[in-house]
C-alpha cells in the first residue's frame, strides 16, 4: 500500500499565502496570482475564494476542480528538482503544475506566456 503525500492534507488556504508572498516580492499581485490559479484549476474568482474560505485541502482543491485547463499538458520543466512532465502521480503533477506556473508568475514571465496564450 503506498502512502499519498503529507502535502494534500495540507489546506489550500495555507500555501496561498506562501505563492502571494513569492508573487508579490517579485513585483506580481494577487489578480496575476488569482487568474494563474483559475487557469488551471477552471475555478473562477468567487469560487476559489469559498475554496479558500472553507479551509479545503489540497487534494479536494484539485479534486473539485471544475476544469482542469487541458494546456497544462503543455507546462513543463523543473519543480523541487523533478521534471514536472515526468512525475507519475496525477495528482502530485497537478500541483507542481500550479508550483510551476507559480514559478513562472513570480520569475517575471508574460501572463500570456504563463498562460500558454
Known amino acids: 500500500m503506498t502512502s499519498k503525500h503529507r502535502i494534500f492534507s495540507t489546506s489550500f488556504a495555507s500555501v496561498y499565502p506562501l505563492y502571494l508572498a513569492k508573487a508579490e516580492k517579485k513585483g506580481r499581485t494577487k489578480s496575476e496570482l488569482d487568474a494563474v490559479i483559475c487557469w488551471l484549476t477552471g475555478y473562477n474568482q468567487r469560487e476559489l475564494a469559498a475554496q479558500l ?20 499538458t503543455l507546462i513543463k520543466g523543473v519543480v523541487c528538482g523533478v521534471r514536472v512532465e515526468d512525475i507519475q502521480d496525477p495528482l502530485m503533477r497537478e500541483l507542481r503544475y500550479l508550483d510551476k506556473l507559480v514559478d513562472e508568475l513570480a520569475k517575471g514571465k508574460a501572463m500570456e506566456k504563463i498562460l500558454r496564450a
Open 53 to 72: 474560505k472553507k479551509q479545503k485541502d489540497i487534494e479536494t482543491f484539485i479534486n473539485e476542480a471544475p476544469r482542469l485547463n487541458p494546456a497544462r
